[in-house]
């Protein structure tokens, strides 16, 4: 049967407004009142963008008092609070550990603290990235010669420090989208019917490494995955530059599932093709992509800008034709199913072994969206803007990534009170989760996300920045603009942000 795909709905409807259910705080040990602020440069009462409520702020230095640290803390309780690493400039730098980290994250699972590692790295399947993160971290307890105490040993219990069900990557979301395209959209997460999904459709992906990219998909679900080196082995001519850059691709080409429709029948491999015909746009004949994926940066920016484009420009996303309405000021009507195209970061910058920042998958976009923006009509809404309608950015500070993170987290926090569970009373194993601690060195990805962020169970994601990473205390202390996204405390480092966060939640923080 031929199935006509040229009608999926992808449209795209506005997120209704979660109001904020704001639960009554109470805390299990401790007074804020009491906190000592550890942090450096805390002097100040947080200003700019979408402040948070006060509770969380850093208080003036005049209204410190020394903290005192909870006669009994109690380890079996479960914790009105957790807490969202991020990794690249908070937990490495680069490959190497930054001290402290690890016992950091040792000392809230000991404490059955939950908390997720939240990053907007990727490029390898989750499960080889937790083992070499448990490596680098020296978290791996039982193999890594790391063993501290038996206290730690026995500790790591049946739930292991760090695992897939407590980290999340950028890409990691992009399963929403196997079962509901509309996944990831504000109006259906959480579990509302949606749109079907893409786990049977044709789908591009790209990132640094496509190949390995393929794999991480198909290990996601996705039962057909194409890239562009299948498209570039299959039609040299789509990129009419160096042909050494076949050879590049050849050892990783597979064959096309299906040919391109060839529309206009001007390439020199269909020279008398008939006159196209919306009959033609077939997909049981011609390959249809669904969706394009951005995994991680991409090495080759040029041949996956000209092929995401072309994906773009095309009719129903049937590659190899051009439809004129993307391209006009109100670009494609949503009910024609154009390719929708997702960006797993937008990060411009990141924290490398350079001195100074480099740019990351955001840089990429940008330039995909430049080069658009010179071919599309200049009324067209921006293509990375939600009014475009035909690109999603994800990772932080993107608020799918936060609603994901924050699903994760609860669900992480559950097996963790499940594994747990003779201890806990039933009261505390319904104790709403208050607050997260996000831990970030990116005002731009981290900050901006947590505090911008509405969680739809009224958890508060207070914002803490370190100055191990992209932020440069410096330029912030000789530039007031420099720092567009306030936290609601900097610090030194990872150790000193979770001993801050502790502390101001009256829990131990010994470590
Ligand atoms: O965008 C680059 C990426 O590696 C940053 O990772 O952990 O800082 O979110 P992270
Ligand atoms: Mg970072």
Redesign the pocket.
Same mark, same amino acid.
């Given at each position: 049967m031929a199935a006509r795909r040229c009608l999926v709905d992808w449209l795209v409807t506005a997120a209704p407004s979660v109001p904020l259910r704001m639960k009554p705080r109470h805390f299990v040990a401790g007074d804020r009142r009491g906190i000592a602020i550890s942090a450096r440069n805390c002097a100040y009462s947080p200003v700019g963008t979408k402040s948070k409520p006060s509770s969380c702020a850093i208080r003036p230095q005049k209204q410190r008092r020394q903290f005192s640290a909870p006669t009994s803390p109690a380890q079996s309780s479960v914790p009105p609070f957790a807490f969202a690493f =991020?990794? /690249?400039?908070?937990l490495l730098h680069v490959s190497e550990p930054i001290p402290g980290a690890a016992a950091a994250l040792r000392h809230l699972h000991r404490y059955n603290i939950p908390f997720i590692l939240?990053? %907007?790295?990727g490029g390898r399947y989750e499960a080889d990235r937790v083992v070499d993160l448990q490596r680098r971290l020296g978290l791996d307890l039982k193999s890594s010669g790391h063993i501290i105490s038996q206290h730690d040993l026995e500790s790591e219990g049946s739930l292991p420090v760090l695992s897939t069900a407590n980290f999340v990557q950028?890409h990691t979301p992009f399963q929403e989208l196997l079962d509901d395209a509309a996944g990831l959209d504000a109006a259906t997460a959480g579990g509302k019917e949606g749109s079907g999904g893409l786990r049977d459709e044709t789908i591009l992906v790209t990132g640094s490494d496509a190949a390995r990219i393929r794999t991480i998909a198909e290990q996601y679900g996705f039962s057909s995955v194409i890239t562009p080196a299948d498209i570039l082995a299959a039609y040299p001519a789509i990129y009419p530059f160096d042909p050494l850059l076949k050879s590049v691709y050849a050892d990783t080409a597979r064959p096309l599932p299906k040919p391109l429709l060839l529309e206009g029948g001007k390439l020199a491999s269909q020279p008398s093709a008939k006159p196209f015909s919306p009959s033609d746009l077939d997909d049981s004949k011609y390959l249809r992509i669904a969706a394009a994926f951005v995994f991680n /940066?991409p090495r080759d920016w040029a041949l996956d800008i000209q092929i995401l484009t072309d994906v773009l420009q095309a009719r129903c996303g049937f590659l190899g034709t051009f439809d004129p309405a993307s391209l006009s000021a109100e670009g494609l009507p949503k009910s024609e199913g154009g390719t929708r195209l997702f960006f797993s %970061?937008s =990060?411009l910058l990141?924290?490398t072994t350079y001195h100074l920042p480099r740019f990351?998958?955001?840089a990429f976009a940008a330039a995909v969206a430049g080069v658009w923006s010179q071919l599309a009509s200049t009324e067209q809404p921006p293509l990375l803007s939600p009014q475009s309608g035909r690109a999603t950015l994800l990772?932080?500070p993107h608020a799918a990534t936060y609603r994901f993170a924050e699903r994760t987290l609860l669900r992480y926090r559950a097996s963790l009170l499940e594994a747990h569970g003779s201890k806990a009373s039933s009261a505390t194993k319904e104790a709403p989760l208050q607050t997260v601690y996000m831990i970030? /060195?990116?005002p731009e990805? /981290?900050i901006a996300g947590a505090n911008q962020f509405s969680s739809a169970h009224g958890t508060d994601w207070c914002s803490v920045l370190v100055e191990t990473?992209v932020y440069d205390p410096a330029r912030d202390g000789s530039n007031p603009d420099y720092l567009r996204h306030r936290p609601r405390a900097i610090v030194g480092d990872v150790g000193a942000a979770v001993r801050w966060a502790l502390q101001r939640e009256g829990w131990p923080a010994d470590f």
């Open positions: =991020d990794i /690249d400039g908070v939240l990053t %907007n790295g950028s /940066d %970061n =990060d990141w924290a990351g998958q955001g990772g932080k970030g /060195d990116n990805s /981290d990473g």
